[in-house]
């Protein structure tokens, strides 16, 4: 078990409970940007709020021009 390094929620993380079968988050979409001061891992709840949030966001450099 680990403690969720956004909200301290406590959750399994296969990785770091040295698991022989992958990590739940391998399932998600890989090559996701985390924010600079993220260290450690995010609970579920947590990371696909930030997928969600990504995902919804327009591409950088496109929007309303200025």
Do not use: K, Y
């Not at 406590?10 to 022989?20: N, P, Q, R």
């Not at 001061?37 to 990504?54: M, N």
């Amino acid at each position: 078990m680990t403690n969720c390094a956004r909200c301290g929620a406590v959750f399994g993380c296969a990785m770091a409970d040295g698991a022989a079968q992958p990590c739940w988050c391998t399932e998600l979409p890989p090559a996701v940007a985390l924010p600079r001061e993220a260290v450690g891992c995010w609970c579920p709840a947590c990371l696909r709020a930030h997928i969600a949030a990504l995902q919804s966001e327009p591409p950088a450099g496109i929007g309303p021009a200025a």
